[in-house]
């Protein structure tokens, strides 16, 4: 207790801990706080649930209840977004809708920025703000994104203002010609393609390129908020399913007459009723995008020749009856003219197989009319190409979406998101919490296997000390990170957290053991080491209690260090690309900071928390040792 508190008194010891137990609690309290997956970069979906029974009703092959749903749902979202429907025509008028919005998707958002029209969404947007859009709150942040920003043209004058004197004729012109390229689009307005112009000039390394970056990183600002204006309409139209529904709706259709046709195409040309089907075959084989109109004709038809199969069916039992005699007496002539055909002297046989085959046809037209209805169909099938239409509901209202990639700081996102749109701050909660447990490991392993070896070299002395010290030696020689290296390039992808402690540990235990070993060889002929030994005490016994008990400190203070180097060590692996790549390290975020150029584009909150955390722990652990040293190194605290 009282070297506890002595220790405590140090106060390179005391920072040390602070800042150790700084990243220790928020790696372990902050995951308790947000549980949600480190992985997780979506939000949920508040039209997925509204749409609940219409998939419920798809599932069950309930067609007919899923049309009239459909129809429930668009009639209640006229009512609830109707106030919204010339804000939605301008969402979808300039092709927003066209690169899939209603999922989020980062890569997707970016790409509809880049591509879309902007010079020719300007006059829309004013036309609509100035109008007194019911609205019009919703697109004013995206009017002043395009109209100007303040940054952008301060950045502008200053490369106007730039010494250009170094340049030659064909540089200066690159150089003017490029500013007043961007400046055009900029008055369009058209920020997008004036930050494409940018990016064009710095990667084909233009003169002066390296001073572009100020005004890439402000039209870089200028595109991420357009981003997330887009994103907010999103947010607007999350609800406004109707496109999406009346897709699944003409998929229903689609698909029912599939099936009613696939119906109707089992009868067989034998069948008596074979030539009477042709109008109801032509339907079906010349259907095109109006499915609707095709149920209705083929309903049409289908109902007339169950009418057909009526009349036969009554004249086939009057046939049956009266015999030959109740021919005469049918007064549709087709009908008729089916009976007439008949052998007359077994007409009432032959009414019976007739009456047999239009009976079987109607079965099947029966299962073809049920089938146009929607009732008893799959909707869950489908091909590559020619998705279902449960598959177009659940595409175009997912349960969750995406949320934003590489947002920077916000009260949302305390530490932005990176570019899989994941939070920064929840990942390095994780993060660290995976850092400290390989360093813990491999601490443990490395201390354990250094004092085993040193207390043992130490002690016992003669050959095995030789071949201990030489084994070390021949460690030591061989630099540890290139066998680290080796070792995971040999594993492969298994690289679990404990495998990762334990591959360190086994290249980081040769200078404790040395230096274990030169504390034993001072202790070992101390006189209570020699009263032990001579009262006959076991060589473990003496290590253990006469031994190991003086140098506890040191070892205390070894594994310190071990556990420092263990976490540089992991991080360094990571950041090289030889970690595990599905797990949230420190060292990983780095490594996907630098591969996704997030430290050239200025996304700092990428990995300067990162580095910070990492700076933290490492620098605290070593304080901790060097205040501990100063509490039982008699040299120093003298």
Not at 54 to 75: S, V, W
Not at 250 to 257: E, L, N
Not at 436 to 443: D, E, F, T
Not at 449 to 470: E, H, K, N, Q, R
């Amino acid at each position: 207790m009282q070297t506890i508190k002595t220790m405590l008194k140090s106060p390179r010891f005391l920072i040390g801990f602070i800042l150790v137990m700084t990243v220790v609690l928020f790696a372990v309290i902050y995951p308790m706080v947000d549980t949600r997956d480190p992985k997780a970069n979506r939000l949920p979906n508040e039209a997925y649930e509204a749409v609940a029974p219409l998939r419920a009703m798809l599932d069950a092959g309930e067609g007919e209840n899923a049309t009239q749903e459909i129809a429930r749902l668009i009639a209640q979202e006229e009512a609830d977004f109707g106030p919204y429907q010339a804000l939605y025509g301008w969402y979808t008028q300039n092709q927003i809708a066209d690169y899939k919005i209603e999922n989020r998707s980062a890569n997707i958002i970016s790409a509809a920025v880049d591509k879309m029209d902007w010079a020719g969404i300007y006059p829309t947007l004013t036309e609509y703000i100035d109008g007194g859009g019911d609205r019009s709150d919703m697109l004013v942040g995206m009017r002043g994104l395009l109209e100007g920003n303040e940054p952008v043209d301060m950045a502008l004058d200053t490369l106007r203002g730039l010494d250009t004197s170094g340049l030659d004729a064909a540089g200066l012109a690159k150089w003017q010609q490029l500013l007043d390229d961007v400046a055009a689009r900029l008055a369009e307005p058209n920020p997008p393609m004036a930050k494409k112009l940018l990016d064009d000039y710095y990667r084909a390394r233009g003169p002066m390129f390296g001073d572009t970056v100020m005004l890439g990183q402000a039209l870089t600002e200028v595109n991420d908020g357009l981003i997330k204006e887009i994103v907010n309409l999103n947010l607007l139209f999350e609800q406004y399913a109707t496109p999406t529904l009346l897709r699944v709706q003409a998929k229903i259709d689609s698909t029912a007459v599939d099936k009613a046709a696939s119906a109707v195409k089992q009868i067989k040309r034998t069948n008596a009723l074979y030539a009477e089907l042709e109008p109801l075959r032509a339907i079906f084989d010349a259907k095109g995008e109006d499915t609707a109109e095709v149920i209705r004709l083929a309903t049409e038809e289908i109902a007339r020749v169950r009418q057909h199969n009526r009349d036969v069916l009554t004249a086939a039992e009057a046939v049956r009856e009266k015999g030959a005699e109740a021919v005469s007496a049918i007064v549709d002539e087709t009908v008729r003219a089916e009976f007439e055909s008949l052998n007359a002297e077994d007409i009432v046989k032959g009414a019976q197989a007739l009456a047999d085959a239009h009976g079987e046809t109607g079965q099947r037209l029966d299962d073809a009319l049920s089938r146009l209805s929607g009732v008893g169909v799959d909707f869950g099938g489908f091909k590559p190409g020619d998705p279902s239409a449960i598959k177009i509901l659940t595409d175009g209202i997912p349960a969750s979406t995406l949320t934003l990639k590489n947002l920077p700081p916000s009260r949302e996102h305390p530490l932005g998101t990176d570019m899989d749109s994941r939070d920064v701050l929840l990942e390095l909660a994780h993060a660290a919490r995976l850092s400290l447990m390989v360093g813990l490991i491999a601490g443990c392993i490395a201390t354990v296997l250094g004092i085993i070896i040193g207390l043992l070299a130490g002690y016992i002395g003669g050959v095995l000390d030789s071949i201990l010290t030489t084994w070390t030696n021949l460690f030591l020689v061989i630099p540890s990170f290139v066998i680290l290296i080796l070792l995971s390039v040999a594993m492969g992808q298994i690289r679990e957290a404990w495998i990762t402690g334990l591959v360190i540990g086994l290249t980081a235990w040769p200078w404790t053991a040395k230096s274990v070993r030169a504390q034993t060889v001072s202790l070992r002929y101390r006189d209570h080491v020699n009263m032990a030994r001579i009262t006959g005490n076991p060589t473990w016994r003496i290590i253990a209690v006469e031994i190991a008990p003086y140098i506890a400190s040191y070892i205390v203070m070894a594994f310190i260090l071990q556990v420092a180097s263990g976490i540089i060590s992991e991080a360094t692996l990571s950041i090289l690309g030889l970690g595990n790549p599905s797990s949230i390290s420190l060292g990983r975020m780095i490594n996907r900071a630098q591969q996704y150029e997030s430290i050239v584009n200025g996304r700092w909150w990428e990995f300067v928390p990162v580095a910070v955390s990492i700076a933290m722990i490492t620098f605290g652990l070593y304080m901790m040792n060097s205040g501990m040293d100063q509490v039982f190194n008699p040299k120093i605290r003298s």
